[in-house]
């Protein structure tokens, strides 16, 4: 995993056009014709696909970094559960540790090492089905032959071409876009802009367009560890903002928007934290991500919160995806 300030430093370079991002240009035309040999392969059929007997939504990304997946997740299994119907999740299980067994089947016992932070998540809001491996096919079929679902939701995977798929999600940051436009290493893009024309979906986080924007509100700050007699962080308070996500200044900015005063404690994404990260901190309350907390609770005291956050979708999304869900076989 690569340090932080060299994350930062590529992010900034990636989304502010720097100029040496066009030395890097020819390495990006060999990564481009890579991936594009590559999903050809697929589409003729030489490289194997599976497809799944229940519909498969892919809730991916083409950029790296954050962009909103995990609670576009969330808020869609909630919707779909609101209706009646049974989704599953299935997962890669980024941050999960390298003697993780596969595939996962995520439950209360679960730890983040074993299944990685966004899964463990998912399961802790939403108490969905959850099943985690790399190889998305695998994790489906372990899904199906556990649990009776009606649909499967695939976090992240847009890329993984070996999974059939009915219905595709591409989430962006409304404010960054594509950055400089440019795949890597020249730039963030996974695929080439031109892959969001494919897409059944494009959802824009911060976006306001009925159709395409998603906003993200805020349910609370919750205690790691509930405790008799604890209330959250009084608003005008000295905080400790601890992030170990994509786009840790958005989490920092909702803070400051709820009257916090706040210091910023930045980590790279997945990061695995230990005591030491959240407990050498002085006595100002340490509040951070709920993808966070779920990997900081068994080390945590009672001055320890995380904000809670929800997607709100277009509802013509979610209406498709559960037309799917219902749909005569």
């Known amino acids: 995993m690569i340090s932080r300030g060299l994350e930062t430093a590529l992010l900034r370079g990636w989304y502010e056009g720097a100029w040496w991002t066009w030395l890097l240009r020819p390495l990006e035309a060999v990564y481009r014709g890579v991936a594009a040999l590559r999903r050809l392969l697929y589409r003729l059929g030489v490289c194997k696909v599976y497809r799944s007997p229940v519909p498969v939504v892919i809730v991916g990304n083409i950029t790296l970094g954050g962009t909103g997946k995990t609670p576009v997740i969330v808020a869609l299994v909630e919707a779909l559960q609101a209706r009646g119907l049974q989704p599953g999740v299935v997962s890669r299980g980024y941050g999960a540790g390298g003697g993780s067994s596969f595939p996962h089947t995520v439950s209360t016992n679960s730890r983040a090492a074993d299944c990685g932070d966004e899964p463990l998540l998912i399961f802790q809001r939403t108490g969905v089905p959850c099943v985690v491996d790399p190889d998305r096919p695998s994790a489906v079929r372990s899904l199906l032959a556990t649990h009776s679902v009606d649909i499967v939701l695939c976090d992240d995977g847009l890329q993984h071409y070996a999974l059939a798929r009915d219905f595709e999600i591409a989430v962006l940051d409304a404010e960054r876009g594509v950055g400089n436009g440019f795949c890597l290493p020249a730039g963030p893009l996974r695929?080439?802009?031109?892959?969001?024309?494919?897409?059944?979906?494009?959802?824009?986080?911060?976006?306001?367009?009925?159709?395409?924007?998603?906003?993200?509100?805020?349910?609370?700050?919750?205690?790691?560890?509930?405790?008799?007699?604890?209330?959250?962080?009084?608003?005008?308070?000295?905080?400790?903002?601890?992030?170990?996500?994509?786009?840790?200044?958005?989490?920092?900015?909702?803070?400051?928007?709820?009257?916090?005063?706040?210091?910023?404690?930045?980590?790279?994404?997945?990061?695995?934290?230990?005591?030491?990260?959240?407990?050498?901190?002085?006595?100002?309350?340490?509040?951070?991500?709920?993808?966070?907390?779920?990997?900081?609770?068994?080390?945590?005291?009672?001055?320890?919160?995380?904000?809670?956050?929800s997607a709100r979708l277009p509802d013509t999304v979610v209406e498709r995806i559960a037309a799917l869900a219902t749909r005569t076989p």
């Open 191 to 309: 695929e080439p802009p031109s892959r969001l024309a494919s897409v059944d979906a494009l959802l824009l986080r911060g976006g306001t367009a009925a159709e395409t924007g998603v906003s993200l509100d805020v349910d609370g700050v919750f205690a790691l560890r509930p405790m008799p007699g604890q209330s959250p962080p009084e608003v005008g308070a000295r905080v400790h903002a601890v992030a170990g996500i994509g786009q840790p200044q958005q989490f920092q900015a909702t803070l400051t928007r709820m009257g916090y005063r706040v210091i910023a404690h930045n980590f790279p994404d997945h990061h695995r934290f230990s005591a030491r990260d959240i407990t050498t901190l002085d006595d100002a309350p340490v509040i951070m991500t709920e993808k966070d907390a779920v990997k900081c609770r068994a080390f945590a005291g009672a001055n320890h919160w995380y904000l809670k956050v």
